[in-house]
């Protein structure tokens, strides 16, 4: 096993189960060395409707409204892990945040496009049912990417905040 210095990417979101996941990556896993990639897999919003009956009537402002609610989401969780990172003293830290209409798909490209060595994701509970139906990202990232996954159940992330 390789002693080097390992690219970790964590997958976030805003919930507190990446924050969770975050935690126990500090505490479990994290080595001075390594270079740390947080990553944020953002749906980007659909553009409104258009009809051939009012092809004029985009809402503009609406639009505009809601990009500019999603970068100062973006915004805020990549000010959150900056000071998350900078107090846990990871010094090699990058947030990444893309647009994509599959997390789990963005999060096993990022981490081969990265070349990571590996990932560690926070999962939600769902239950067997509604994972069957729903999907889970956690679990397609398991099954996807092609180096070692962490899957931090909600129960592990240490002390709540």
Known sequence: MSSG????????????????AFRWFVSELFRPDDRVIVYHSAEAPS??????????????????????????????????YTVRARDADIRNFQFVAENSRHPGEAIVEASNRFNVSHIVIGCRGLGSLRRAFLGSVSDYVARNAFVPTSIVPAACGGDRE
């Open 5 to 20: 210095p390992r690219t970790v990417l964590i997958a976030v979101d805003e919930s507190d189960h990446s924050r969770q």
């Open 47 to 80: 553009l409104p409707n258009v009809t051939m009956s009012s092809p004029i009537s985009v809402p503009v402002d609406d639009w505009h409204r809601i990009l500019m609610s999603r970068l100062e989401a973006m915004r805020a969780l990549e000010d959150e």
